[in-house]
C-alpha cells in the first residue's frame, strides 16, 4: 500500500503510469499542471482513501461566490420535508413536486413574463441591430407608433407573414379586439351620453336618436340631464325640433320619476361633472332591472392618450361605449389607438362634426381596420 507522485508530459501518461504502479485500486488524490507536463498524486492505501473522502468539500455556490463577487447569494438546495403539505412524492420519479395552487399559479405568472419578454427582444449580432431585424413587422409597427405592449399581445396575429400581410393580419386582429361590444347602444333602451363639453355631445346625442329612429321605426324621445339651476340647451332643442321628437329636461330630483313614466327609447345627453354623473348613471341602471342601458364617451379623433387615458379611468365603471367624433377635422393615430386598446375601451361609433342625418356610421372590425390601415 503506498501513495505516490507521477511526473509526465500529459495527464494520460501520467495515469498509464499510476496504473502500472498502483494498480487499478488506485484513488487520485490530486492533479497538478507544472512546467512541461502534469503531476498527478495518487494513493492505493485504504486509510489515505478514507482520510481524503472525509475531507469537507467546497460546494459549487461558494465557488461561485468565491468566483463572481458580484453574485450576492446563490439558492442551495432545501432538505425535502416528505410531510409538508405543500410537497407530494412523484410515484414513479420519486421527485418532489409542488402541490399548492399558489406555486402553480407563481410559475404561470413567470412564464407569461417570460414570454411576454421574449416577444419584445432583438436579436442582433456583434454589430447591433441589423438591417434585416430592422424591416421585421413588429419594429415597422413600432416605428409607426403602436404601444410595444399592443404590438407583444398581437404578435401571434402576424407571427411568420411578411410585412405587408402582416400589417394587414396586425390591424384586423386591433380592430376585432376594439370592437367587442358588450353593451350594444342601438338595442338600449336608455342611451346615456357622457364626457366633458366640447367633444360633440349634443351633436352625437342627435346623431343617435336619428339612428334609432331610422332602425326601429319608432318613436325616440330626447333628453337633458342637468342640474335644475342651469339654462336648457338650446341646441339639443333645435335638433328635437328638426327631428320632430320631444325633448325631456331631466334633473337628479326628477330623473327616475321621468324615465319610468316614458316608455319611448330615450337618449340622453348628460351634462354633469363626470363622477356625478357616473354615480347616478348606475343607479338609475340598478333601479330599472328589467330596462337595458348602454352609455356612450365621445373622444374627438386627434386628442391626446392623456385624454384617453383619464377618459378610460372616469367612466371605466359604467363600462361604456367610445364614440370617435370629429373625424372630418382630425384623423385617430396610431399613438391613440394603442391607448383604446391598453384601456380595454370599446369603439362602437364613427363619426364627422357636420350632418345631424345619417352622420353617424356603426364601427364593426371590418370599417376599423380599413380605417387603420389607411391612418395609421
Avoid: W
Wanted: charged share 25%; hydrophobic share 40%; proline share 3%.
Amino acid at each position: 500500500m503506498a501513495t505516490l507522485k507521477i511526473t509526465a508530459r500529459d495527464s494520460s501518461s501520467a495515469m498509464e503510469e499510476v496504473s502500472k504502479k498502483l494498480g487499478a485500486d488506485a484513488y487520485i488524490l490530486a492533479t497538478k499542471t507544472k512546467e512541461g507536463g502534469v503531476e498527478i498524486e495518487a494513493t492505493n492505501d485504504p486509510i489515505e482513501i478514507k482520510k481524503f473522502s472525509e475531507k469537507a468539500k467546497k460546494s459549487f455556490p461558494s465557488l461561485m461566490k468565491r468566483e463572481l463577487g458580484n453574485i450576492a447569494q446563490f439558492p442551495t438546495q432545501k432538505k425535502v420535508d416528505l410531510m409538508s403539505p405543500r410537497l407530494a412524492v412523484d410515484p414513479i420519479a420519486g421527485d418532489t413536486v409542488p402541490t399548492n395552487k399558489t406555486d402553480f399559479a407563481e410559475l404561470n405568472r413567470s412564464v407569461n413574463k417570460l414570454l411576454d419578454e421574449i416577444r419584445g427582444m432583438y436579436i442582433t449580432d456583434s454589430h447591433g441591430l441589423g438591417a434585416e431585424i430592422g424591416q421585421t413587422t413588429a419594429v415597422k409597427l413600432q416605428n409607426a407608433g403602436f404601444d410595444n405592449a399592443v404590438i407583444k399581445r398581437l404578435s401571434p396575429s402576424f407571427y411568420g407573414l411578411n410585412y405587408e400581410r402582416g400589417r394587414a393580419a396586425f390591424m384586423k386582429a386591433l380592430a376585432s379586439t376594439l370592437t367587442q361590444i358588450e353593451k350594444q347602444p342601438s338595442k338600449a333602451d336608455i342611451t346615456f351620453v357622457t364626457g366633458v363639453s366640447g367633444v360633440g355631445k349634443t351633436n352625437l346625442t342627435s346623431k343617435l336618436a336619428a339612428a334609432k329612429m331610422g332602425e326601429l321605426n319608432k318613436k325616440v324621445v330626447l333628453a337633458s340631464l342637468d342640474h335644475k339651476n342651469n339654462s336648457f340647451d338650446e341646441a339639443l332643442r333645435s335638433h328635437g325640433r328638426m327631428l320632430n321628437v320631444p325633448v325631456l329636461r331631466l334633473t337628479q330630483e326628477n330623473l327616475i320619476e321621468t324615465l319610468s313614466s316614458t316608455k319611448d327609447k330615450i337618449i340622453v345627453d348628460v351634462s354633469l361633472e363626470a363622477s356625478e354623473a357616473v354615480d347616478i348613471i348606475m343607479n338609475a341602471e340598478k333601479f330599472f332591472s328589467d330596462r337595458t342601458f348602454a352609455s356612450v364617451v365621445p373622444i374627438t379623433g386627434g386628442t391626446n392618450k392623456i385624454f384617453i387615458r383619464s377618459q378610460a379611468s372616469i367612466f371605466r365603471a359604467l363600462r361604456p361605449c367610445i364614440a370617435l367624433t370629429k373625424l372630418d377635422e382630425c384623423d385617430i393615430s396610431s399613438v391613440e389607438i394603442s391607448e383604446f386598446f391598453l384601456n380595454d375601451m370599446k369603439i362602437y361609433f364613427l363619426t364627422g362634426s357636420k350632418s345631424i342625418l345619417g352622420g353617424l356610421s356603426k364601427c364593426n372590425t371590418e370599417i376599423l381596420s380599413q380605417y387603420l390601415l389607411e391612418n395609421c
